[in-house]
């Protein structure tokens, strides 16, 4: 293995361990991933499949935690309800996301209002009236489902959106954030599938050995992630994680001001 293969190895250990850890906590993966890529030098086509492929780690790890869950029928009747709106946002609106949002810029300012908005949501009166994952109405399903569509822009946190949008609906924290994992996982695999078959052919042996790596990375990492999330939100609820988007938004916006990202 040559030394730049090693190099490009070890960039895939990092995004994958990004990847896991920031994937179900209200903090953007896709965003910390784009950061990461331009610190890293990790841009081009290769890059850009693989902030999507990884995600199949995190993908594996909710299933693997909630799999009990997924093997009730009725959940999936609610599932479908709440991916509903990204499907369709997401495939008209992809090419333009991709081309005006994936940027330092726009993710810090995403990570800047999103961040204010969970501690606004952390501070009023949410009526949590829904602690049973199966006593979430089709409409509320929906209703979150459409929340999550915020999070096509980077930067916004596809959990924080869902989660926030299930606060406000009338979820406890816990049910809108085990709500928010298990309606990840249909999205993700769509999109990790659709990219992996679009970009196939390019991959070179080398290139497979690297989303492989990243793959199983951010499984181990997103596990360990989720475990943790679930301990601290009961306690620490997001007004935490509103402020680490803050001041993350504030040393992007310094950094870009200072030309040194």
């Known amino acids: 293995m040559g030394a730049a293969v090693l190099i490009e190895v070890f960039k895939a250990l990092i995004l994958g361990v990004v990847e896991g850890a920031t994937e179900f906590i209200p903090v953007s993966s896709t965003g910390h991933l784009i950061i990461f890529n331009q610190f890293l030098g990790f841009t081009g086509p290769l890059a850009q499949t693989f902030d999507i492929v990884v995600q199949l780690g995190a993908i594996l790890a909710i299933v693997y935690l909630y799999f009990e869950v997924f093997k009730q029928p009725r959940i999936w009747g609610r599932i479908l309800a709440g991916i509903l709106p990204i499907l369709v946002v997401g495939f008209l609106f992809e090419k333009r996301i991709k081309h005006y949002l994936f940027n330092p810029l726009t993710v810090a300012l995403a990570l800047l209002v999103f961040g204010i908005i969970m501690i606004w949501v952390d501070r009023r009166k949410n009526p949590e009236k829904v602690s049973d994952l199966f006593a979430i109405s089709y409409q509320t399903a929906f209703i979150i489902g459409l929340f999550q569509c915020l999070a096509l822009w980077p930067g ?7 989660i926030v949008g299930g606060l406000l609906m009338g979820l406890t924290y816990m049910a809108a954030a085990q709500f928010s994992f298990i309606m990840a996982v249909p999205v993700m695999v769509i999109a ?23 793959l199983v990375t951010s499984f181990i990492f997103a596990v360990a992630s989720v475990k943790a999330f679930m301990n601290w939100l009961n306690r620490l609820k997001l007004t935490p994680f509103g402020i680490y988007r803050i001041i993350l938004a504030a040393v992007l916006l310094f950094l870009l001001g200072a030309h040194l990202l």
């Open 156 to 162: 916004v946190s596809r959990s924080g959106a869902t």
């Open 192 to 214: 990790t599938a659709y990219e992996f078959i679009k970009e196939f052919s390019s991959f070179s042996a080398a290139d497979l050995g690297i989303l492989a790596v990243g």
